[in-house]
């Protein structure tokens, strides 16, 4: 079984842009989670979708946003970069929605802002 | 308030070695708490899951301990590998949708 997968697995742009970053869930799985890692802050939470619909979010920004599809993968983008969007981006999923159940993570998008 | 702290920061050790890390939680209600290893440039991978009846849980050379009166958690490693190198995370959920995640123990091992 195939398991998640980001891409791209790096990214440069420039403050003022924007990116999309995407996220194939493991097979069978129908909630994926995006987070937000930096060395000083570790893992944040940005938000969880579930058949399609954001179920819980976390305390970022309006910039940050993202979608799921019908098939479970998931996108997140992020508008009018900052220098401190820099960070590894981890997508995880989970069979289901909610913080009780396991969650597999990607090997992540690294972002850097210039 | 909610939260879960991991000690040390970074730790470094030699190839052989035994080492404990440790993560003290006040998340409430408790259900389950989670260990990860997160290889530099990867997503973490679970280690184990412990819930609140389990005392001790091992995988391989990995063994987890769990005090619920504490709230506290150690992860020992036992022999050290090279390959053990890596960022140990400490993640207690908490009701339906919140995961809290530990900052981290940065272990170096050396040959």
């Known amino acids: 079984k195939a398991g998640v997968t980001q891409t791209p697995r790096y990214l440069i742009k420039t403050r003022g842009q924007q990116v999309t970053l995407s996220c194939s869930p493991i097979s069978g799985h129908r909630s994926v989670s995006w987070y937000q890692q930096t060395p000083g802050q570790g893992l944040q939470f940005l938000f969880e979708?579930?058949?399609?619909?954001?179920?819980n979010k976390g305390n970022f920004p309006g910039r940050f946003s993202g979608r799921q599809f019908s098939n479970s993968r998931s996108e997140m983008n992020v508008s009018t970069l900052e220098l401190g969007d820099s960070a590894l981006y981890l997508c995880a999923s989970s069979l289901n929605q909610g913080a009780k159940n396991i969650q597999y993570f990607g090997a992540g998008t690294r972002l850097s802002v210039l | 308030k909610n939260q879960v702290e991991q000690s040390p920061q970074s730790l470094i050790i030699l190839e052989g070695k035994n080492c404990t890390l440790q993560?003290?939680?006040?998340?409430?209600?408790?259900?389950?708490l989670r260990w990860y290893k997160q290889d530099t440039g990867r997503g973490p991978v679970s280690l184990t899951i412990?819930?609140?009846?389990?005392n001790t849980k091992s995988n391989g050379r990995y063994t987890a301990t769990l005090d619920a009166d504490t709230k506290q958690s150690s992860l020992h490693i036992t022999a050290s590998q090279l390959s053990d190198s890596a960022s140990y995370i400490c993640?207690?959920?908490?009701?339906?949708?919140?995961?809290?995640f530990g900052t981290g123990t940065r272990l170096t091992v050396i040959p």
């Open positions: 993640v207690v959920p908490t009701g339906a949708n919140n995961l809290f």
């Open positions: 979708y579930f058949s399609e619909t954001q179920r």
């Open positions: 993560c003290n939680y006040t998340v409430s209600p408790f259900s389950n």
């Open positions: 412990m819930t609140f009846s389990e």
